[in-house]
């Protein structure tokens, strides 16, 4: 039986973790580190990858800055939140905000200094990602579309690290980035649908609000119907391996999207819709597997 106090100890744990959103940085690591193996470092022994210090700095460094945009996204979205999530919300007020401040400097900092272990640029880039995710949460968040894009662009950048750090110029790479922007901007897009009332209560001047609910459901499927040039290009143009049956079932998942989409209206409605979105991008992290099945087994040697 666990006493009192290490049972408040457990939930400001829980707390925090729901704050910082400790699963989606589980699945960034993940995803930076298949992204290395398979595609940015493709041609680099598997050991050397795996065991490359500077790269393990530049991933936790990631995690550091997210988990830190994660709290002060909270610490300006704490009232919407309370409308539009309140369960969780109660959860993450366990944790005060001082607290929750204080431990964002901490993880801003830890990640200035694990990026100044690989040199003076990744120091620079990280300041200024903390800067911008800063500036998104503060400002640009309320603004229609401008919002929308500026954070499907946050979220890719922890792969645009890796993408520098490896030098790796590779066409086949802008196009798997344009596809995941495209899936990113239609989430967000979808969020702003699912969180309208809070949006409403507090002026945040998003798409469904300022243009109406109809015009995000246009553009949600002229973005969905944009999809289809990248994964085309991806399986006609590239060597993807098994990779292709990922783009194939996503293509179906969007169809199914879709139609769901012009049927719903509820925010239950607009949440399973939200969860195929985040299934399609979970699931996108895990078939880079299928770029090369025996690759890994075949660079151990």
């Known amino acids: ?19 910082v959103r400790g699963y989606n940085i589980l699945i960034v690591v993940i995803a930076q580190y298949l992204a290395s193996i398979y595609i940015f470092a493709s041609d ?44 969780k919300t109660m959860l993450d007020k366990l944790v005060s905000q001082n607290t929750k401040l204080s431990f964002y400097f901490v993880l801003n900092f830890s990640a200035v200094v694990m990026a100044s272990y690989v040199s003076f640029k990744p120091v620079l880039f990280f300041s200024f990602y903390i800067f911008a995710i800063w500036f998104y949460s503060h400002k640009l968040k309320k603004r229609p579309i401008v919002g929308n894009i500026v954070s499907a662009i946050l979220t890719l950048t922890p792969f645009f690290v890796i993408f520098v750090y490896y030098y790796n110029f590779k066409s086949v790479i802008l196009v798997h980035a344009t596809f995941l922007f495209l899936i990113i901007f239609i989430r967000e897009l979808t969020k702003d649908l699912e969180n309208i009332k809070g949006d409403l209560t507090l002026n945040y001047r ?96």
């Open 1 to 19: 039986m666990f006493t009192r106090k290490q049972k408040h100890l457990y939930l400001k744990f829980f707390s925090m973790f729901s704050v």
């Open 44 to 87: 680099k022994p598997l050991k050397q990858v795996l065991f490359d210090v500077n790269l393990l700095m530049l991933v936790l460094a990631t995690g550091a800055v997210i988990a830190g945009g994660y709290i002060i996204n909270n610490f300006y979205d704490s009232e919407k939140d309370l409308i539009n999530r309140p369960n």
């Open 206 to 301: 998003t798409v469904p609000i300022v243009y109406g609910e109809k015009m995000s459901k246009k553009i949600i499927s002229f973005l969905v119907i944009a999809t289809l040039f990248p994964v085309y290009f991806l399986i006609t143009r590239f060597d993807i391996g098994q990779m292709y049956l990922y783009f194939y079932m996503c293509e179906i998942l969007l169809i199914i999207y879709l139609v769901l989409l012009w049927r719903s209206s509820t925010k239950t409605q607009y949440l399973w819709l939200h969860n195929i979105l985040k299934f399609i991008i979970v699931a996108g992290v895990f078939s880079i597997l299928l770029i090369d099945i025996d690759l890994v087994l075949n660079r151990i040697l």
